[in-house]
C-alpha cells in the first residue's frame, strides 16, 4: 500500500493522461519535455508498484489495457480533486465560504430563490469587495445548499448551525429571535380560509362559526423543528387534523377537498382566481404574519467577519423589490419591478 501511494502523485497520473492523449510515448514526452526513455522508466516503476500493466506492449501505439483506463479514469478524477481542494483553500484565504447553506421557509417564493442563485453562480471573477461593498464581483466557486423548513424549523436550522442565512423566519410576539442573531424584516403575508368548491363548507353561511368548522377535517403543515417547540397555528382542539409536509402539499390536499384551512394568500391566489378554491370568512381574524431574515452575529472581539458569500446575499436582500418578490412572486405571478 506504501509503495502504490509513493507512486500514485499527481506528476505521475497527469503523465499517464498526456500519454493517452498524445497516443504514443514519444509524442508525450515531447510534451513534457522528456527524453522518450524516460517517460517508459516511470511507466515501468508505476506498473511494478501497482502489480499490473497499464499499456499493451504488443501495440506501437500507447494501447492502455483495461487495468489503464481505469487509472487514467480515477487519476483524471484525483487530480480533479487536488485541483478543487486548492481552489477551496483560496477562497478560504481571500473570505468566501466553501459552501453556503440558507434555511428557506417553505411560504418563500422558490422563482425569486432561484434567480438569486442563478446571480451568485454568474458572478465574474475578479478581486474580492472591501468592506461594506455590496458590489460582490466573484463568487469564487462557494457551493450553495438549500434547505426547506416550515415554522420554527426556519429558526433552528440557524441556531443549530445548519443554515447560515434563515429566509422567512417568523416574526412577533410568539417567535421571539434566540440570542446571538441578527434579524432584519422581510415582508408581511396575508392568510386566508380557503375550500374546495366541492367542499361543504364553500356553501356554509359567513362568518363561519368555530362550532361549525369543527365538524370538518383541517389540513396543517408539520413544523420541520426537531429540537425547538414545534408551532401550531390556527387549529381548533379536538378539530381531526390531515398532516402533510409542506405548504404546497397542503394546497393540493384542499384543492381535493381532502380538508380546509388558512392559507398564504400569494400562494393560494393563482386558485382562488381559476375558481379552484373559495375563499371563506369566519369568526377568526385571518392571519396576518410578518416574516424577516436572519443570520448568526458576526459582530464582537474575536468574532470571525461575515464570508463574501453571505455578504452577496444580505446585500441582495436589502433590496426592497427583492424581498417584496420573495413574498408575493409565486406560480402565475409576474415578475416584479422596482417602484
Not at 57 to 78: D, F, H, I, P, V
Not at 104 to 110: E, L, Y
Not at 243 to 265: D, F, H, M, N
Request: aromatic residues 6%; hydrophobic residues 45%; charged residues 20%.
Amino acid at each position: 500500500m506504501t509503495a502504490s501511494r509513493n507512486v500514485l502523485t499527481p506528476e505521475a497520473l497527469a503523465m499517464m493522461d498526456v500519454i493517452a492523449r498524445t497516443g504514443s510515448f514519444a509524442a508525450a514526452a515531447r510534451e513534457l519535455g522528456k527524453v522518450p526513455s524516460a517517460l517508459t522508466y516511470n511507466v515501468r516503476q508505476l506498473e511494478d508498484a501497482l502489480d499490473v500493466l497499464l499499456f499493451d506492449r504488443r501495440s506501437r501505439q500507447a494501447k492502455l489495457t483495461a487495468a489503464g483506463e481505469e487509472l487514467l479514469n480515477e487519476g483524471r478524477r484525483l487530480l480533479e480533486q487536488i485541483d478543487a481542494v486548492a481552489n477551496r483553500v483560496k477562497r478560504v484565504a481571500t473570505g468566501w465560504e466553501t459552501q453556503l447553506t440558507l434555511a428557506i421557509d417553505g411560504v418563500i417564493s422558490p422563482v425569486t430563490v432561484f434567480e438569486l442563485c442563478e446571480a451568485f453562480f454568474a458572478l465574474k471573477p475578479g478581486p474580492p469587495p472591501a468592506d461594506g461593498d455590496g458590489r460582490t464581483r466573484s463568487a469564487c466557486g462557494t457551493r450553495l445548499r438549500l434547505r426547506t423548513e416550515v415554522l420554527a424549523g426556519t429558526w433552528e436550522a440557524l441556531t443549530s448551525g445548519q443554515a447560515d442565512l434563515a429566509i422567512g423566519v417568523r416574526l412577533g410576539p410568539d417567535y421571539a429571535p434566540p440570542p446571538g442573531l441578527q434579524v432584519q424584516p422581510l415582508g408581511e403575508m396575508d392568510f386566508v380560509f380557503a375550500v374546495a368548491p366541492h367542499h361543504p363548507l364553500a356553501a356554509a353561511a359567513e362568518p363561519i362559526a368555530e362550532a361549525e368548522l369543527l365538524r370538518h377535517r383541517a389540513v396543517a403543515v408539520a413544523d420541520s423543528a426537531l429540537r425547538l417547540a414545534p408551532v401550531t397555528v390556527n387549529l381548533l382542539p379536538g378539530q381531526d387534523v390531515f398532516t402533510v409536509a409542506s405548504t404546497q402539499a397542503k394546497i393540493e390536499a384542499q384543492l381535493r377537498c381532502l380538508g380546509c384551512g388558512y392559507l398564504p394568500e400569494p400562494l393560494a391566489r393563482e386558485h382562488i382566481a381559476a375558481g379552484r378554491l373559495v375563499v371563506k370568512s369566519t369568526h377568526r381574524t385571518p392571519p396576518h404574519v410578518r416574516f424577516g431574515y436572519a443570520w448568526r452575529n458576526h459582530a464582537g472581539a474575536g468574532a470571525q467577519p461575515a464570508g463574501l458569500a453571505l455578504r452577496w446575499w444580505l446585500a441582495q436582500l436589502e433590496s426592497p423589490t427583492t424581498r417584496r418578490a420573495l413574498i408575493e412572486r409565486h406560480a402565475g405571478s409576474a415578475p416584479l419591478r422596482d417602484s
